[in-house]
């Protein structure tokens, strides 16, 4: 059973950055494709990255491509989004979530595990 532990989250000014991790236990990380996602109050989730095994594909919504970063290290068991320019927008629980499979998704339903979620707040 794989367990996801997200931290970084907070509140930041628009403009401002965050890096949110994800550590993974409990698997076999390295062969695990990964994904972040978001809810705002109100709104379905949606998957702003996702990144293979490997780290050598990445997948990113349009709606923070040129902004967040996905990226990974197989060695720390950690996947990370770099988040820049954030804006007002971009408040949301974000959610780590992993699957089984080594390429890279981003459909929801594709992803077995799931963490708890983290707030991160950019003031309008």
């Known amino acids: 059973q794989v367990q996801l532990v997200e931290s970084g989250g907070g509140s930041v000014q628009a403009g401002g950055s965050l890096r949110l991790s994800c550590v993974a236990s409990?698997?076999?990380?390295?062969?695990?494709?990964m994904g972040w996602f978001r809810q705002a109050i109100g709104k379905e989730r949606e998957c702003v990255g996702a990144i293979n095994w490997s780290g050598s594909i990445t997948l990113q919504a349009d709606s923070v491509k040129g902004r967040f970063i996905i990226s990974r290290d197989n060695a720390k068991n950690t996947v990370y989004l770099r988040m820049n320019s954030l804006k007002p927008e971009d408040t949301a629980v974000y959610f780590c979530?992993?699957?089984?499979?080594?390429?890279?998704?981003?459909?929801?339903?594709?992803?077995?595990?799931w963490g708890q979620g983290i707030q991160v707040t950019v003031p309008s």
């Open positions: 979530a992993a699957r089984r499979f080594t390429t890279a998704t981003m459909k929801a339903e594709a992803y077995e595990y």
């Open positions: 409990g698997g076999t990380f390295s062969t695990n494709a």
